[in-house]
C-alpha cells in the first residue's frame, strides 16, 4: 500500500462520525433558518392568546349573566382551536420543505440512518410546540382572565385549568408530530396541509351525520375531537372523551401515522 492510500484510508477512518446530538443540532438549525418558521409560529402565538383574550372580552359579560349556557373555562383556551393550524403548518414544513429543495437528499448523505434524521425532526418538533403551545395557552389566560375578573367569574390557575395550559401544549406537540408523519408519507406541502387539516377541521364534524353509536365512536375518535377535553378546562362538547383518554387515542393514532412514515422512509428512495 502505498503511502497516499494509507493516509487517504487514515483520514476516512479519522473522519468524525455524526452523532445524534449533531444530527439534533442540525434539525434545530433547519427549521429556524426560515423566515416561514417564525412567521408561523409568532401567528401561533398571536392567534391563540389574542383571540383567547378577545373572546373572553366579548363574552365575559354574557358569561357572567343568567342566560349563559356555557361554562367561562370552554373559553379560556379558545385561541387554541385557531392555532392549532399553525402547528400543523410547522410540523408539515420542518418535513416537506426539504423534499422541495432538494435538501432531504443531503440530510440522509450526512446521516445515512434515516431513522435518526426521523427521530431528531420528531423531538425538535414536538419540543418548539409544546413550549411554545403552553406559553401562549398561558398567555391567553392572563389576557382572557383578566376580562373574565371583571365579571367575577375569574378562573384559578389549577386543576382543570391548569391542565388546560400544558395540556394545550401537548396537544399541539402531537398535531405537530402527525403533521410531519404525514409529510413524510405525501412529500408535499400543499397535500400533506390539505389532509391534516381535512381530518381535524372538516371530516371530524363530517362524521357526526353518520347515524347511531358508531356515528358517535368515530366522531369522539377522530384525531381533532379525540383531545378536545385535555385543552379545554370545559369541554364544548360533553359526549367528548376524558382529558387523558382522548389524549391516549390521539397518542395512538400519531403513533401509527408514526410507524408507517418511519418504514416507507426506509423503503423508498428520496
Request: glycine share 12%; with cysteine; hydrophobic share 55%.
Amino acid at each position: 500500500m502505498s503511502a497516499q492510500t494509507l493516509a487517504g484510508t487514515l483520514t476516512r477512518q479519522d473522519a468524525p462520525r455524526a452523532t445524534f446530538g449533531h444530527t439534533l443540532r442540525a434539525e434545530w438549525i433547519k427549521l429556524w433558518s426560515v423566515r416561514s418558521t417564525w412567521w408561523t409560529m409568532t401567528a401561533l402565538v398571536v392567534l391563540g392568546a389574542g383571540l383567547t383574550t378577545l373572546i373572553c372580552l366579548g363574552n365575559a359579560e354574557w358569561l357572567a349573566s343568567s342566560e349563559a349556557d356555557e361554562s367561562a373555562g370552554s373559553f379560556i383556551t379558545w385561541g387554541m382551536m385557531i392555532a392549532q393550524v399553525c402547528a400543523v403548518i410547522v410540523g408539515t414544513l420542518a418535513v416537506t420543505s426539504e423534499y422541495g429543495t432538494g435538501m432531504i437528499r443531503t440530510s440522509f448523505a450526512a446521516v445515512p440512518h434515516r431513522g435518526a434524521v426521523f427521530l431528531a425532526k420528531a423531538l425538535v418538533v414536538c419540543g418548539v410546540l409544546l413550549v411554545t403551545g403552553t406559553a401562549t395557552a398561558l398567555l391567553g389566560y392572563v389576557g382572557g382572565n383578566h376580562f373574565l375578573d371583571r365579571e367575577g367569574i375569574g378562573l384559578s390557575l389549577e386543576g382543570d385549568v391548569a391542565r388546560s395550559m400544558y395540556g394545550s401544549g401537548l396537544y399541539l406537540a402531537a398535531l405537530g408530530l402527525l403533521s410531519m408523519a404525514v409529510g413524510f408519507l405525501v412529500r408535499h406541502t400543499a397535500a400533506a396541509i390539505s389532509i391534516v387539516l381535512a381530518t381535524v377541521f372538516v371530516i371530524g364534524n363530517m362524521v357526526m351525520l353518520i347515524p347511531g353509536e358508531l356515528g358517535d365512536v368515530i366522531t369522539k375518535v377522530m384525531p381533532g375531537n379525540a383531545a378536545s377535553s385535555l385543552v379545554a378546562p370545559v369541554s364544548f362538547n360533553p359526549d367528548a372523551l376524558g382529558a387523558w383518554t382522548g389524549f391516549a387515542v390521539l397518542l395512538g393514532e400519531v403513533g401509527a401515522l408514526c410507524a408507517a412514515a418511519w418504514w416507507l422512509l426506509r423503503e423508498r428512495d428520496a
